[in-house]
């Protein structure tokens, strides 16, 4: 799976839009974005996943540049329930059941 | 929503004692897998299941792991003779389809 680097740390002002960049530049064309998110000492949630358009669902939206060597995660209303750490992994959709591999991850802080 | 449920939430064993983690995943799930984080660190596969076999296993996960799904429901991990370095939230995940992993809120396994 390729390798993702993210800022180590990000803060947001609560009520605000919240966008955490990640580098991907060695993903291959079979490869997905996936985020994931980690609230303190629980387990990780999954949040949204990606192939090339752009995704929004219920949680977050996904930006993926057109030449897929970069993306970013727009939660738009922060809330301090979002203060967590937000992983970015890439993983071939066809992995079977090939596991997740998490890095460092962004720990973001939103205050009131 | 469907959960993948972790029993107990916090064990506490003396080093040198086996210890068995429960988990029950979401029941149409075919994946199964065990990921550990000691405390300060990453998020570290050890193992993942399907078919009624392992998969994938990775360095962390030696001869004093070992995994089962011994009823069709729960899926467990041993531990035996457990070291100090053992000390760390145990995850389980469980997926159905290719995409998202949905993840147990853990076990905290100290060893003292």
């Known amino acids: 799976d390729a390798k993702t680097t993210q800022p180590p740390s990000m803060d947001c002002a609560e009520g605000r839009a919240a966008n955490l960049p990640c580098n991907h530049s060695?993903?291959?064309?079979?490869?997905?974005v996936y985020w994931y998110r980690q609230i303190h000492s629980q387990g990780p949630q999954y949040i949204i996943h990606g192939l090339k358009n752009n995704e929004t669902n219920e949680m977050a939206s996904l930006i993926i540049t057109e030449d897929r060597k970069s993306s970013t995660l727009i939660l738009p209303h922060a809330t301090l329930r979002d203060t967590a750490v937000y992983y970015c992994i890439v993983r071939a959709s066809n992995s079977g059941y090939s596991t997740l591999t998490f890095g460092k991850g962004t720990m973001l802080l939103v205050s009131p | 929503e469907p959960e993948v449920t972790q029993t107990p939430s916090h064990q506490v064993t003396q080093m040198g004692q086996e210890v068995i983690l429960r988990c029950v995943p979401i029941s149409n799930h075919l994946y199964f897998y065990w990921y550990r984080q000691i405390l300060g660190q990453k998020v570290e596969f050890l193992v993942s299941?399907?078919?009624?076999?392992?998969?994938?296993k990775s360095e962390i996960f030696d001869d004093q792991f070992s995994v089962e799904r011994p009823d069709g429901s729960n899926f467990t991990l041993k531990i035996r003779s457990t070291k100090l370095e053992d000390s760390a939230m145990y995850f389980c995940?469980?997926?159905?389809?290719?995409?998202?992993?949905?993840f147990g809120s853990g076990t905290r396994l100290t060893v003292v």
């Open positions: 299941f399907y078919n009624n076999e392992i998969s994938e």
């Open positions: 995940a469980s997926r159905g389809g290719p995409y998202g992993y949905t």
């Open positions: 060695t993903i291959s064309g079979n490869e997905y």
